[in-house]
């Protein structure tokens, strides 16, 4: 199937990852009307209907959300602040906080080191983590000299095996940190997801953004 250009201005697409962020947008795209007619879970397909012909969804990686939306590819989309702190947020329209797959950003380490110390010792630090932007701007701002190991996932994994002293990574219910007798030292952020949206087509398919993005300004809000 080809897929090629997205200036149709009565056609929309969304951009979303499988799993809590698609979960969590589902009642946010019932308040605009849209019912999403496959689950990805355990359909193959990428791009899915909705029961509006004019909007269809595009089942993406968490971390391409942003570059499908900045490129126009997807018109607009759902991302983690921490990825969106990643990607660096060019070329994407931010307006509503959907509150929705909350978590923090933190610094964790294996139970037994003391991290207060090394920080105050003046100690260079390995620090392990998918979010190398967001690790090096709060380290910087603490003055804090780190080494930073950039992982794509499973970084619990990191200090249990030396590979570094501290992880920078999201934490929900802190269970799987517990799990692998990891402690959260220092929260870097609160975390929620947005809603992005391509800045050419916010201008060029306004007519047809507009109500949905109202629609999810108001059920973000009314989730108290
Ligand atoms: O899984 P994949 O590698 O494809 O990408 P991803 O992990 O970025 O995607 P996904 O779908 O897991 O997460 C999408 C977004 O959800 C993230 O960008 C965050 O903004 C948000 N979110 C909310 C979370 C969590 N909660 C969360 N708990 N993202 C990841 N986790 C991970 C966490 O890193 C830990 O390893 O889940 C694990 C368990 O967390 P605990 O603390 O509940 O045990
Ligand atoms: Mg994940």
Known sequence: MTFTSNTDETQLILALSKGRIFEDTLPLLSAAGIEVLENPETSRKLILPTNDPGVRVLIVRASDVPTYVQYGAADFGVAGKDVLLEHGG??????????????????????????????????????????????????????????????????????????????????????????????????????????????????????????????????????G
Request: aromatic share 6%.
């Open 90 to 223: 060019e070329g994407l329209y931010q307006p509503i906080d959907l509150r929705i797959a909350e978590c923090r950003m933190s610094v964790a380490v294996n139970a037994g080191f003391d991290y207060e110390s090394a920080v105050r010792q003046g100690a260079r630090l390995r620090v392990a983590t998918k979010f190398v932007n967001t690790a090096r701007e709060h380290f910087a701002r603490k003055g804090v000299h780190v080494d930073l190991i950039k992982l794509y996932g499973s970084m619990e994994l990191a200090p249990l095996v030396g590979l570094s002293d501290a992880i920078v990574d999201v934490v929900s219910t802190g269970g799987t940190l517990r799990a692998n007798n990891l402690v959260e030292v220092e929260k870097i952020m609160d975390i929620s997801s947005r809603l992005v949206v391509n800045q050419a087509a916010l201008k060029l398919k306004r007519e047809r953004l507009q109500p949905i993005l109202d629609a999810f300004e108001r059920a973000s809000k009314a989730k």
